[in-house]
């Protein structure tokens, strides 16, 4: 099984008082720099794990959506959601954990540490590319 690197969310805690939908764009620049269409949605159709991604022109709209219900709805549904539409071309792991830690930030579930969080992610990851979760 494949490892997957695991991101210090700790140090992208200072771009969390800035997080809306058009933000998002501009952490994943901050992020993710040497990404093909670095701060913005994908341009082009993409496949993780031998599955097909969500048509990037409905990428825009799709997250839109996503943005509307991001206060209401749980952090287990925003992020598979996220990642069902895997709106930028790479570095969607590291947006998702991101957008995890704001999540927990404003629902005041924060712990002292954040390593369970990478934990988590990475452990997610592995169960995702070994065909669990597929829709």
């Not at 620049?29 to 969500?54: L, M, Q």
């Not at 570095?91 to 957008?99: A, T």
Request: charged share 35%.
């Amino acid at each position: 099984m494949m490892k997957y690197e695991k991101y210090d969310v700790k140090k992208y805690e200072h771009l969390l008082p800035i997080l809306s939908l058009e933000n998002l764009k501009d952490i994943h620049k901050i992020v993710a720099p040497d990404v093909k269409y670095s701060g913005e949605f994908r341009k082009e159709n993409i496949r993780v794990a031998r599955k097909w991604c969500v048509d990037y022109r409905e990428v825009e709209h799709m997250m839109e959506v996503w943005w509307k219900r991001y206060d209401k709805d749980h952090i287990f549904d925003l992020n598979q959601e996220f990642n069902y539409i895997h709106p930028f071309y790479d570095k969607n792991g590291l947006i998702s954990r991101i957008v995890w830690l704001d999540k927990i930030k404003k629902e005041r579930r924060i712990p002292e540490d954040y390593d369970w969080l990478s934990d988590f992610f990475s452990y997610t990851t592995e169960r995702w590319m070994s065909g669990h979760y597929l829709r």
